[in-house]
């Protein structure tokens, strides 16, 4: 997937629909499907793995976003769930729904309470993402999100 097509028509408008962008915001949750599928290469997690679409989020993740986080926001539920089509569970939309998918990532991150780090560092981008969405235990480094946003986005 094209990622400035990615940024621009669907990150980027998505975000800001719903009250939480940022240029920070924006280049983390680029940077994340950056590293996490290529940029859209992939939508399934390679060797049979949970981690559905762009973002690579586990089904799991998603429930604990759901039952420790938006359960207590009906607000930032509402707004979330307005992109969930209704005919799939909430799983399959982080596979096909991209405007779903960028929310569900980006809530992630925002129900974090440490700052974001600068648009233009994306090195710091990828230590927040790996200490925020890999997790220390994850196989992904800063430096290959380092790598793969450059390779994927370009420079910041």
Same mark, same amino acid.
């Not at 209704?86 to 129900?111: G, K, S, T």
């Given at each position: ?14 975000? *800001?629909?719903?009250? %939480? ?6 280049? &983390? ?8 599928s290529h940029c859209g290469q992939y939508v399934?997690? %390679? ?5 559905r679409g762009i973002f690579q989020m586990e089904?799991?993740? &998603?429930?604990?976003?759901? #039952? ?8 930032? =539920?509402?707004?979330?769930?307005? +992109? ?11 596979? $096909? ?5 960028? &929310? %569900?990532? =980006?809530?992630?991150?925002? =129900? ?5 780090? @600068?648009?233009?560092?994306?090195? @710091?981008? #990828?230590?927040?993402? *790996?200490? $925020? +969405?890999?997790?220390? &235990? ?6 290959? $999100? ?8 370009? #420079?910041?």
């Amino acid at each position: 997937m094209n990622a400035e097509q990615l940024r621009l028509d669907v990150i980027r408008p998505v975000l *800001k629909d719903a009250r %939480m962008w940022s240029p920070a915001a924006e280049n &983390l949750v680029l940077g994340t499907a950056a590293h996490e599928s290529h940029c859209g290469q992939y939508v399934r997690q %390679m060797g049979d793995g949970p981690a559905r679409g762009i973002f690579q989020m586990e089904p799991d993740t &998603l429930a604990d976003i759901y #039952g420790n986080y938006l359960d207590y926001r009906a607000d930032l =539920r509402g707004a979330v769930d307005a +992109y969930l089509i209704p005919a799939f569970d909430r799983a399959d939309n982080l596979v $096909f729904n991209l405007a779903y998918a960028v &929310l %569900m990532c =980006r809530v992630h991150y925002y =129900r974090r309470p440490e700052p974001l780090p @600068a648009a233009t560092d994306i090195r @710091a981008l #990828g230590v927040y993402w *790996k200490q $925020f +969405y890999n997790t220390a &235990l994850g196989k992904g480094t800063v430096q290959q $999100f380092v790598d793969d946003y450059e390779r994927f986005v370009g #420079g910041a």
